[in-house]
């Protein structure tokens, strides 16, 4: 065996174990198992973990020596012979809520999700090319809306709003506009906008009928006024112009079947002078220049498993999460934006800010 084959050889043992890894901590992570040994007093056998819990100690064993053997989990023996096991002070951040921005071990959740939700559907699109329909997502989607709903509430207000336009866009909300966000969801995002800032309106687009009913009792329950949420395909038509001071699209533009067209749209819903800000992945457009990227096949897992098939959905773009900053502006312009500004996120690594003017 040449170098080049031994080294393909352990790599392919990685991908084996890294996989394998990636799924038991995302059963492990779902059933709180990470909380729990984070607030152990030093290292503990299994009958210490489960007690007062609802988890199997057998099962639990067996989970430990994929922690142990893929180095999360640190096993010592006491005195007696028996094995403890401990999660090192130095990763609790890292597979924790208490980690804030710093939890990674949420996202170990997400590829098996897919793969429950869309294998079958991948495999034969492989094939034939077809999309997958949203409704075959649901537990994906909830989870991600779960996702997005925390980080919203952490940082939206505190750090992503200031960023913009070096704190001008909070000025213009204190004041008081005329905000929508494209594909909304149940409203998180906007609930802590119209929270922070009484004197903006504020309007969420979605095409999901079921969301909006949800996003609809939700503040009906919270007691806010200034928000009003609309079923509506952002690449629809019979849009009325120049309604918005400021609209904001949350990583939903790369999963449109028509982006190109709810491009336009958003355009012409821009008063104007009116701002566009798209949150969407900061990646190339081409699949050399993410060569690099420290989580570029994760993210382009992800994109084959959900955000190109539904793209593909009724002979749809399939843009995919790794449109890429070249493509994105591109497009942005083509839809009639005259100045795109690309900028980092603070406290956000996987983003792009599009900041867009009309």
Known sequence: MNDKAARFSKKMCDVLN????????GIGYETGIFEIMAHLEGPAGCAEITSGTDLNERYLREWLGIMVCGGIIEVSTNGDGDELFELPEEYIPFLCLSGGSSNLGVYTQEIPLLTDCAR?????????GIGIPYSQYPKFYSFMQELADAKHRDILVQTFLPSVMDGEMVRRLEAGISVCDIGCAEGVALEVMARAFPESHFTGFDISEESIINARE???ELGLKNIT???RDAAGKDFVPQQFDYITAFDSIHDQTRPFEALQNIRKLLKTGGIFSMVDIKAESSISGNMKHPMGSFLYTVSLMHCMPVGLMNEGAGLGMMWGREKAVEICRAAGFSRVEVADIPKDGFNS???CFK
Do not use: D, E, T
């Open 120 to 128: 079958q559907g991948v495999l034969q699109g492989m094939k034939s």
């Open 353 to 355: 800010h599009y900041l």
């Open 229 to 231: 949420f609309l079923v």
């Open 18 to 25: 890294y996989g394998a890894l990636n799924l038991a901590m």
């Open 218 to 220: 939700r503040i009906k």
